[in-house]
């Protein structure tokens, strides 16, 4: 089942959740530089206007996700500012899997394969399961229509 259109966009947009200040965009750039030179296993990203989304997962899921090193939890961004793996042209959403656990929406965030340098004023938001799920499948649904607008 997937949330509503309403659920999701408030979700995403707005003032609503608790405040937390990333870096500045100079500051995201030197890390970034920094993590890509150190961590040349992981992509690195410098994002702003992001959300992170605390998932309220059953118990059940939340302990399997903390017993694999994770948190029912995941990062939007609705602007990329750098994407050091050139796989998000500035500007692109993106929207991260699970975040590794131990992870603080502050400066630096990882998931299994990224690092996410977060850059400016973002919000901690708690959500229902079911509106990551129309997120990822609204993201597919983008996807496939620019693969077709551009003939693929």
Not at 7 to 12: C, I, K, N, W
Not at 78 to 88: E, G, R
């Amino acid at each position: 089942m997937l949330a509503t259109f309403d659920e999701v966009m408030t979700s995403l947009l707005g003032d609503s959740g608790v405040v937390h200040e990333g870096l500045s965009e100079s500051q995201a750039r030197e890390l970034g530089v920094e993590r890509y030179m150190n961590s040349p296993a992981k992509k690195v990203r410098i994002v702003r206007d992001w959300v992170w989304l605390d998932i309220q997962a059953p118990q059940s899921e939340a302990t399997a996700l903390e017993q694999g090193g994770f948190m029912p939890a995941i990062l939007y961004a609705h602007a990329v500012v750098h994407d050091f793996s050139n796989d998000f042209d500035a500007g692109n959403w993106v929207c991260s899997t699970v975040l590794v656990k131990g992870s603080s929406p502050s400066a630096l965030v990882e998931t299994k394969n990224s690092f996410y340098i977060l850059v400016g004023k973002g919000y901690r938001r708690t959500v229902r399961p079911q509106v990551i799920v129309s997120i990822i499948h609204g993201a597919g649904i983008l996807c496939e229509l620019r693969c077709s607008e551009a003939g693929a």
